[in-house]
């Protein structure tokens, strides 16, 4: 891997990738909103950066150009299909044989066969109707991003982050392909390690169309678990 573009570089997870991206030697390509150029300040002589929407398809083939990794955080916000229309931006643009990898929470579903505790259910079911009713973010949209990357035939990975906190990095997160696996139970994982994981995906080919599940290393339920699944 040489030349990676992170779509959403300026949140709190592409910030977190942009850092291990560089660590490990990558060209990075950055895209995010112009609002948000200066949180990528202290980057800003070791990136290149391209302002613009991340949905927007002339940014994204500008930026995904010679890239052979894409990493992309897909976040619901707004009633614009923005989740939806950056993941085909990506999907689309990126150069043929890329490994492109995305972000998204434990509520996206590969094959139903997740199983969720009630609180997911809750605050997917009760938060994302009032959350939609308020025309802040839209759940079904990134629901929708997933689907078509799962239908599709390009070296994907969906990466589904658990509960996030802050704090230094525990290493490599473990992985599991369902929620309601033993092994993810403890249900939190450090943001920097979720970045650490996105950025080791782009060269680990077992993770090509798959979308794992993720859970901190440090976690009671994978230090209990680790060795069983
Ligand atoms: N938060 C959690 O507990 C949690 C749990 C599991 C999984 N995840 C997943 O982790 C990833 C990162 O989530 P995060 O919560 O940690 O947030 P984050 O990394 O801070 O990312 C938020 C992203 O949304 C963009 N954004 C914010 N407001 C926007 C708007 N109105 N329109 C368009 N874009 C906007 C931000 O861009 P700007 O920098 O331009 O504002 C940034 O790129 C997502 O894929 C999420 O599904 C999060």
Redesign the pocket.
């Known amino acids: 891997m040489e030349k990676v573009c992170i779509v959403?570089?300026?949140?709190?997870?592409?910030?977190y990738m942009v850092q291990h991206s560089l660590n490990r030697g990558f060209h990075v390509i950055g895209v995010?909103?112009e609002?948000?150029v200066g949180?990528l300040e202290r980057f800003k002589d070791r990136i290149t950066l391209i302002p613009g929407?991340?949905n927007d398809r002339e940014v994204i083939k500008e930026a995904v150009a010679g890239c052979d990794g894409v990493l992309t955080?897909?976040?619901?916000?707004?009633m614009d299909n923005?989740s939806s229309g950056t993941a085909q931006a990506v999907m689309d643009l990126a150069e043929p044989n890329a490994r492109i990898i995305?972000?998204?929470?434990?509520h996206i579903s590969r094959d139903g066969q997740d199983k969720y505790s009630w609180k997911i259910k809750f605050l997917v079911n009760v938060g994302g109707w009032i959350a939609k009713k308020l025309r802040l973010v839209d759940l079904d949209d990134?629901v929708e991003a997933c689907r078509r990357i799962f239908a599709s035939d390009t070296h994907w990975t969906v990466v589904?982050?658990?509960?996030?906190e802050e704090g230094e990095s525990q290493g490599l997160p473990f992985w599991s392909e369902h929620v309601g696996d033993p092994i993810l139970e403890s249900n939190l994982t450090r943001?920097t390690d979720?970045a650490l994981f996105m950025v080791d995906a782009l060269e680990n080919g077992d993770l090509i169309q798959k979308a794992p599940a993720i859970v901190g290393s440090q976690t009671p339920s994978a230090i209990a678990y680790k060795h069983v699944t």
């Open positions: 959403g570089a300026s949140g709190k997870l592409g910030q995010c909103r609002q948000s949180k929407m991340t955080v897909l976040v619901p916000w707004g923005y995305f972000s998204c929470g434990w990134q589904r982050g658990s509960d996030l943001r979720f």
